[in-house]
């Protein structure tokens, strides 16, 4: 299993940050919880939310209220929508794959490369 973050490099403060992860090697409606992770600079690694092979999306209830995950069955891809960004929000955006639900890093299968994503004007 193959997973591919794209989108943006340089987001606007208060914009919206949307990021798509392209999978390849396995279909995302027949297997694994499909996640979205991140990391700041300094700080470890944070579960941000996840979307399920049956469409079920769970979030981190710290981003919760600005977070949204969809996907696009066409494509084999799942999208990652951040609203109201602020610097605080620059961080390398990771997806991943794991066998069942769960917000441990450690858990997951398989990771993309991960894409750096700055909150500047």
């Known amino acids: 299993v193959q997973l591919q973050e794209s989108g943006p490099g340089l987001v606007n403060p208060s914009q919206t940050l949307s990021l798509t992860c392209t999978v390849s090697g396995e279909s995302i409606t027949t297997n694994f919880y499909w996640s979205w992770i991140r990391q700041s600079s300094g700080k470890g690694l944070e579960w941000m939310g996840a979307i399920t092979y049956s469409g079920s999306t769970f979030y981190n209830p710290s981003l919760k209220s600005r977070s949204s995950i969809s996907r696009d069955t066409a494509k084999n891809q799942f999208t990652l929508q951040l609203t109201s960004v602020s610097p605080e929000d620059t961080a390398v955006y990771y997806c991943?794959?794991?066998?069942?639900?769960?917000?441990?890093?450690?858990?997951?299968?398989?990771w993309g490369q991960g894409t750096l994503v700055n909150i500047s004007s």
């Open positions: 991943a794959a794991g066998a069942f639900l769960t917000c441990q890093v450690s858990d997951f299968d398989y």
